[in-house]
């Protein structure tokens, strides 16, 4: 569909086209529907991180789902990855919905993790539907202490 036609030439009409895949020509790269769907799930799971003297502690609404449907995992040596994904309840026989405003489907977090994160030590615990990850920081290295080295007299 040409837009130009029907008079409505603007940047954004011209970038919605795009995204949308409305063009008869599929030789560009434009993203999918899907692809934009599931792009904007991902960015809508907010996240607060806080520091804390030995550890990092990350929390993520996760408000009706289980333990089997979310995912913690450390990609990259340093890349915390939290997935998973919230269904749809099924519908009971006799009963339709109205109205239909929790969000549905896949979502993803990415954290790049500090150098001192310790990779080994993380936990994950959701309660009351808070997510809560806790990463341990490495201890801190020993400062290195002067050597002395022995002159010979010779």
């Known amino acids: 569909m040409d ?21 008869d020509d599929k030789t560009h790269n434009a993203p ?5 769907r599931d792009a904007k799930a991902m960015a809508a799971t907010p996240a607060d991180v806080k520091e804390y003297p030995k550890s990092y502690v990350f929390e993520i609404d996760m408000p009706g789902l289980k333990s089997g449907d979310i995912k913690v995992q450390v990609e990259d040596d340093n890349v915390l990855l939290i997935s998973g994904e919230r269904k749809r309840q099924e519908e009971k026989e006799g009963s339709k919905y109205l109205r239909m405003e929790r969000r549905v489907g896949k979502f993803m977090r990415k954290f790049v993790l500090p150098e001192n994160a310790n990779t080994d030590a993380i936990s994950a615990a959701c309660q009351d539907g808070l997510l809560t990850v806790t990463v341990q920081k490495l201890p801190p290295p020993e400062p290195k202490k002067p050597r002395t080295i022995e002159v010979k007299v010779v």
């Open 3 to 23: 837009f130009r036609v029907m008079g409505l030439e603007s940047p954004m009409l011209h970038t919605l086209h795009h995204m949308m895949d409305l063009s």
């Open 32 to 36: 999918t529907l899907s692809y934009v």
